[in-house]
């Protein structure tokens, strides 16, 4: 059978996924938060999900291993590739912003060390301000940073704000505003169609529900 192949990450995303489509009668029985498996298939033996980690979303997509991908902005911000990006689904809505000490004079700093898991939007942006930066690529613990003297500013996903605070940083310049998108292999929208325009509008009866 000729599946619809969907990657997307495990996680708050696909629990949201999931809900908008059972909401359109889209069912995905073996679906539990508990299960480790990579590869299951909705109740109607139509759509083969797939899991992988948030990055590799749009590799997957790309290349044509899967059809449909949901990921976040952020990281096809941060390593655009050659597919359709056909909605926003208007989960996980955050920032990704600048941070650092009260009062850091961004803007007035002709050159900044900047650590991020973002090198790639962080350098655009500052490149466009016209200040030169050295980019230090960070993982995880970002806010660390600047506390040890590693940087001045960083980087990064911001939703509540509260571990910022935590560890007496601000957001000082927002650089966009981010949610999950659903993103399209080109070559597959051109041969699956039907199945894809039907997978968008389940899944956009399901945002409007939520509405």
Do not use: H, W
């Amino acid at each position: 059978m000729d599946y619809l192949t969907v990657a997307m990450a495990k996680g708050r995303t696909a629990d949201r996924a999931m809900d908008f489509l059972e909401k359109s009668d889209v069912r995905f029985s073996d679906f539990t938060d508990e299960s480790r498996k990579l590869v299951i298939y909705d109740d109607k033996q139509t759509i083969k999900l797939i899991f992988v980690k948030a990055v590799d979303v749009p590799v997957y997509v790309e290349n044509g291993a899967a059809d449909v991908g949901i990921v976040g902005k952020d990281v096809m911000m941060e390593d655009p590739r050659d597919v359709y990006e056909l909605l926003d689904l208007g989960i996980g809505r955050c920032k990704l912003a600048v941070a650092g000490f009260p009062g850091t004079p961004v803007d007035e700093m002709p050159f900044l060390t900047v650590a991020s898991k973002y090198p790639a939007v962080a350098k655009e942006y500052f490149d466009k301000k016209g200040i030169r930066t050295e980019m230090i690529k960070l993982n995880g613990s970002i806010e660390l940073a600047p506390l040890i003297g590693m940087s001045d500013v960083i980087v990064d996903i911001v939703e509540t704000g509260t571990t910022l605070k935590e560890n007496g940083l601000v957001v000082l310049q927002e650089i966009a505003e981010v949610s999950a998108r659903l993103i399209v292999n080109k070559a597959s929208y051109a041969t699956k169609t039907a199945d894809i325009q039907q997978f968008i509008k389940d899944m956009k009866e399901g945002l409007e529900v939520r509405a």
